[in-house]
């Protein structure tokens, strides 16, 4: 009689043993995606099992759900915004940021209102009916002249929506912006850990104020936007899961994810860029759980890979935001290094990108696009 070695049987019974647990866990995957799906609640080590996850068929079956439901709240509309970046001067000296207060080495800017208005006038014949002004906490603009900018846009193009994506500031601050016209506001969070958020923070920016913000913004009438960094340095699962949780407490109206993305000039210079799977499982996972939220594929997402905008939108994202700032400032605002500016991303780009878009199933359209949450 043939005796077998007795590593032969410890393999027979590893291999069996790996395949049973291995099935196991592809079926829990698929339980939490379906209860995603059919907007059930689902607990936090869920959630830690799923983005830990590497199997590429859990990540597509994530994103055909988070696309079905798109379709269910959106259809194929894909909403454009113009983005004007009219100041990268900044009083605060986040760690991760290239417009940093104390990076000696950025060539500082501010537009004009009259700037500003060009690249309304601009992106209105374009098409483009809502403008997201975006800068740095720059005190050269007062509560004062940013209202002044708000309602002289609103004024001229009353059938536009105008985003404020300007940081923190008081509930007086922001309830005269809602008053002088101002629709939306975004306001990452970047991360809902205080620990992290420490870590990615000099001493004098606070969690708490931030979130303090985000519910001040929202109780005002704002729609509010808020979102958080994948692959940020020191981010773990865990502090993932709290964004998601985090999140799902606020409710936002829009939510903008993108991967961390190194600059040169920032002590963060040698971290490791965020990936561009996660980003695609994170989206997809928010837009299961906020069908109607308003989702971008973001910039940073076509920065790290050549397709990342498409397969954004593929993950359920509706939005993207070409560049309507002078290009002549455009690489001036670098937040990150290599941050596209031309091309897709920039208003010039308009015809390609709806060509782009369309090749993919999806549609850009001209809408004001308010969010349906």
Not at 132 to 159: M, P
Not at 172 to 198: I, K, M, P, V
Not at 215 to 239: E, H
Not at 339 to 361: C, D, H, M, Q, W
Request: a negative charge; glycine letters at 8%.
């Amino acid at each position: 009689m043939c005796e077998f070695p007795r590593t032969f049987f410890y393999f027979v019974i590893q291999y069996a043993l790996t395949n049973l647990l291995g099935g196991t866990m592809q079926q829990d995957l698929n339980v939490t995606i379906e209860q995603l799906y059919e907007g059930k609640p689902i607990y936090k080590h869920q959630l830690s099992n799923l983005l830990s996850s590497e199997d590429p068929d859990i990540l597509q079956l994530l994103m055909d759900r988070a696309d079905m439901v798109r379709r269910k709240y959106y259809g194929t509309d894909v909403y454009i915004r113009g983005l004007i970046e009219f100041t990268n001067y900044c009083r605060n000296n986040c760690y991760y940021c290239g417009i940093r207060r104390d990076n000696k080495a950025a060539s500082r800017y501010r537009l004009s209102p009259e700037e500003i208005m060009t690249c309304c006038d601009e992106g209105y014949r374009l098409g483009f009916r809502t403008f997201v002004l975006q800068g740095g906490e720059d005190g050269f603009f007062t509560r004062d002249k940013v209202c002044q900018i708000v309602s002289s846009i609103k004024e001229k193009y009353a059938d536009c929506a105008v985003t404020l994506s300007i940081g923190e500031w008081n509930r007086s601050d922001y309830q005269a912006f809602f008053d002088a016209g101002a629709d939306r506001y975004l306001l990452r969070h970047e991360t809902a850990c205080e620990e992290h958020y420490n870590r990615l923070h000099p001493e004098d920016m606070c969690l708490n104020h931030r979130k303090e913000c985000l519910f001040a913004l929202k109780d005002i009438g704002f729609q509010v936007g808020s979102g958080f960094m994948v692959g940020s340095p020191y981010q773990t699962l865990d502090n993932l899961v709290e964004d998601i949780f985090f999140l799902a407490q606020l409710k936002p109206h829009m939510i903008g994810i993108g991967p961390f993305i190194t600059h040169k000039d920032t002590p963060f210079t040698d971290e490791i860029n965020g990936s561009l799977n996660m980003t695609l499982k994170l989206i997809s996972i928010l837009r299961l759980s906020h069908p109607r939220a308003l989702i971008p594929a973001t910039t940073a997402l076509g920065t790290i890979h050549p397709e990342g905008r498409e397969l954004g939108l593929k993950a359920g994202a509706n939005v993207i935001m070409p560049n309507l700032s002078p290009a002549n400032v455009r690489e001036k605002y670098m937040i990150y290094d290599d941050k596209l500016a031309t091309g897709l991303e920039a208003y010039e780009g308009l015809k390609k990108l709806k060509e782009k878009v369309s090749s993919i199933g999806y549609n850009i359209v001209t809408d004001i696009g308010h969010s349906k949450v």
